[in-house]
Each structure stands twice: as structure tokens, then as C-alpha cells.
């Protein structure tokens, strides 16, 4: 018999991905699998094909792997590039920095522009570097539109207008895994040549598909690319996916469920989808703010509508705290990785989340500190509701 108490009610999942998967996702998930060279499969790919491109707002192709975001990250670098090319990548955080060694592992040479990993990547520095490399050693620009372990954000159309001003030929690749489906994004608008992203986080799915948009220089540029690639090539998922199928034994129980998950996002309104996690982002911020704590992200241009990073008082450690407020209110918050290890938590604010869940989870983080004996001041939830009250009736009346 086990030693564990239950815990009543709903396990508030706090972390920023994978996030809470909706009950009818779980749903469409649950239906009989068919066969995968059949015509019904078929039309159920080619629905989730075109529906996914809706997401990125692109007409370009978007290749469904099953895989984790990582997979993603590997596809567009193998695909386009060849061994001893240069990358311009910036250290935005943890993601970012996985990214770089990823690149430097299969051979290509990462140019990595450093931050505190308090920020966004700086489109003015990112055009400096370009402009300083005048033979065009630098093939690609590889940025995280949100760095999921910091709360920070990257303005990617500023980032676009960089490379411009520049003249530089390079291609752009944004890792969109914590912002597809959280904020605003436009794969074909902003000029991206790459897109990545992965199920579970805006997309309210369960880990297990990645996603990559590709635009036409990108593909041009998989044809002379010369890193070794099998599984990951587009060429074969492209030329399958036309009619449908895939070249391998595809994730079919999660594309029952991105089919949902499109649908469930054109019916709240991909606008009010951006709106939502905006408005759940500052009032994490107004309570955290309230609490006399300190957001990570140093800059407010840079704030992320999908997840906070708070920084704990010298002397506490974040792990400790979450633990308790894990024990007690059976709420689990994102960890700090990597140098951020024990000096952070997080509040995930995305996916299928709602105006109640987020003051529930910020009453159980203002509890947490009150137990764990960290110094804040008192309000914080209050300052959150007055924030969300405010944004709604700001909606309300413009109705």
C-alpha cells in the first residue's frame, strides 16, 4: 500500500510545457487508430497539414515530425546548412544556449552573442554582427522568439528589419516552441525562413510532434546543403505529405488531437488566443511586483505573455520553495535550469488557462511564500484581479 496521501481536486500544472491538455483533446485522442495508408488517413493528415499552417500564418510547408521540439531544431539546421557553416545564434537562455551546442555538435561554427539572460536578443546588435561579417560567412541567424527558461521575448519583425538594413543573405530560424499559439506570429509576414515549434505548450497537446515551417529560400538552400540527414529531411516529408502520408509510421492518436487543438484555437480567435496570455502575463507581473520580488526579465519590452520567471531573495532557494508549495497545494512551478538552478521559479501562463486558474496559482505562490517564510509584502492576488478586472472591462466596453 502506498505511503502517499491523496490530494483533493485538480493538480494545478504551472510549468511552462508540457501544459494541462484540454479533456477534449484527451478525447480526439482517444479514438480507435486507423491505418495510416488508408484514404481516411489521408484526408485527416492533409486537414491537419494545412490546418497547422494557419497557426504559423504561412503558405509555405509546414513538415509534422514525431518528435520533440529538439528534433525540430536538428531538422532546420541539417537541412540547410553545411558542415563549417557559421550561425549567428544569441544567448538568450537555457534554449538557446542547448541550440548553439546542438549546431556546434554537427559540425557547423556558432557565433554566440552573449546576454545575462535578462533579456530578449537585441536586434541592433544582432545587425552589427552582420554587418561586421562583409563575406557572408554567416549562413543562418537562429533566434528563440521565447525563451522559455527566462520570460523573455524576441521582437522577430525587428530582428527581420535587422537583417535588412544589413544586406545579409543569411537565413533567418526562429524557435517558436513556447509561443506558437501564445503570441502573435507570421511566419510569411515577418520574412522567416525556418520556424520550429512542439505540441506541448500553446498548442495544448502532449509532447510528441514537432513542427516546422520552411519558407522558399529555405528550401532553395536544402539543395546544396551537405550535412548528412535521413529521418530528418524535408524532401521526404514534403514529397509524402502531398498526398497525405508520411515516409515512416506517423503519431496518428496526436494528430487527432492537433486537429481539435487548431479548431479549439480559431474558436476562441487566434487575437483573443494573444490577448488572453497578454493579459495573464502582466497580472503575474502585478502580483509578483506587489510582492516586493523581482522579475527576471529587466526590461519590460522583453516581457513574455506565456511564462514568468521570478527571482527569489539572497538566502532562499527556489527548488526548496517549490517543493513546499508542491506538498501543500498540489501546484507544480517550472525549476530554474542551468545557472538559474535554485535562484528561480516559474508561472506558466499558456495553453488552455483561464482567468481563475491564474488567480488560483498566484494565491498558491502567495501562501508558498508566506509558508516558506520568504519576505514579501502582502496584495500580490489582489493587485493580479484588480489587473484582470481592469483588462475586461477594457473588452467589455469597446464591445
Known sequence: MSNTTRQPGRHFLQIPGPTPVPERIIQAMARTIIDHRSQAFADLSLRVINGIKTIFKTKQPVILY?????GAWEAALVNTLSPGDKVLMVETGQFATLWKDMAAKIG??????PTDWRTGAEADAIESALK?????EIKAVCVVHNETATGCRSWIQDIRKAMDAAGHPALLMVDTISSLGCLDYRHD???????ISGSQKGLMLPPG???TAVSEKALEAAK?????RSYWSWQDMIASNASGFFPFTPATGLLYGLETAITMLHEEGLDNVFARHERHGRATRAAVETWGLEVLCRDPK???????????PEGHNADT???LVLENFNMSLGTGLNRLSGKVFRIGHLGDTNDLTIMGALSGVEMGLELAGVPHAKGGVTAAMAEITRATNQVRAAA
Open 66 to 70: 514525431p518528435s520533440s521540439g529538439t
Open 108 to 113: 557547423l561554427v556558432p557565433e554566440f552573442l
Open 132 to 136: 561586421r561579417d562583409t563575406v557572408h
Open 189 to 195: 509576414e515577418w520574412g522567416v525562413d525556418v520556424s
Open 209 to 211: 510532434l514537432s513542427f
Open 224 to 228: 546544396s546543403a551537405s550535412l548528412q
Open 302 to 312: 522583453y516581457y513574455s505573455p506565456a511564462v514568468t520567471s521570478v527571482l527569489m
Open 321 to 323: 520553495f517549490r517543493a
